[in-house]
């Protein structure tokens, strides 16, 4: 071997090492790529497992509307989306009129919108006060005015809150990149902001049993009503076709699963329910 030839390879051998792909928590999320790990039926398939008290979670197939959605890619069909702006109460569904065609975020280096995470808010919290007989309807635990005023963070901490009651306050416009989830605020930083949207459906908390840590709190059962899934299948849809694809869906557990001190919402949340009210749109003609 010629010694410009060895001088070549130890030129070679001297660059450093391609970083190995960074993978962050249990969906294994690639700090690069800003995509988890697998195809779309494996992504949301390791997003949706089941979030059970203290953050427990369980593998739980996926229902066969969203696996079909995954499998198949495209978008929202004209007519999905239509219905999914019908089926809005006002004032939110003029909101969603004025906004419909415009496009949606994206992150700084120009990585379209791709996740669709579901929350509950865990507001009001009543410590170790029974939560109010009739909880779907009481009207301090539908207010917004919690997530509208400073009280529990100086800006809305999600593009949209979504009450037992199924109206709809948007705290940011689905354009505007925003974050909510451990792996964007504290592990990947702004390079994240506009991968994710942030759906807060309005569900309170109370203390388990013998509890004192926000860590170990209990949601009224059914965890969600049947207006919360029949809007968050329409924001999906809606969002969706805004996004000029089906977005994956998620949920703020999950999304930071392995990462100290996540979150343990949405609790109580059955997949079936929203998969069933997402067929009707997805049928929609
Ligand atoms: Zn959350």
Redesign the pocket.
């Known amino acids: 071997m010629s010694r410009i030839a060895i001088a070549a390879i130890l030129a070679i051998l001297a660059l450093p090492l391609p970083a190995a792909a960074e993978e962050i928590g249990e969906c294994r999320f690639d700090r690069d790529t800003l995509t988890f790990a697998g195809t779309p039926v494996e992504q949301a398939t390791c997003l949706l497992r089941k979030i059970k008290p203290l953050a427990v979670r369980e593998p739980q197939p996926l229902p066969k509307a969203i696996k079909q959605l995954m499998e198949r890619g495209g978008a929202p069909s004209a007519a999905s989306k239509q219905a999914a702006l019908d089926s809005f109460p006002e004032p939110y569904r003029a909101y969603a009129v004025e906004h419909a065609k415009a496009p949606v975020s994206q992150t700084e280096a120009g990585v379209p919108l791709a996740y669709f995470?579901i929350?509950?808010?865990?507001t009001p919290f009543y410590k170790d006060a029974p939560f109010p007989k009739d909880v779907d309807n009481d009207r301090l635990v539908n207010s917004f005015q919690p997530y509208i005023s400073d009280e529990i963070a100086p800006e809305p901490v999600?593009h949209i809150f979504l009450n037992r009651q199924g109206q709809i306050w948007p705290g940011h416009e689905f354009a505007e990149g925003w974050r909510?989830?451990k792996l964007e605020s504290r592990v990947v930083g702004p390079a994240a902001r506009g991968r994710f949207v942030?759906i807060?459906t309005v569900q309170p908390r109370r203390f388990m049993p013998g509890a004192t840590s926000r860590g170990q709190t209990e949601a009224p059962k059914p965890g969600f009503t049947k207006s919360q899934y029949r809007m968050l299948a329409s924001l999906y849809v809606y969002v969706s076709a805004r996004a000029g694809k089906w977005l994956i869906p998620a949920q703020?557990?999950t999304v930071d699963a392995g990462i100290p001190d996540a979150?343990d919402?949405?609790q109580n949340f059955e997949m079936k329910r929203f998969a069933k009210e997402l067929e009707k749109l997805v049928k929609a003609r």
């Open positions: 995470v929350h509950d808010t865990s999600a909510a989830t942030h807060e703020h557990n979150h919402d949405p």
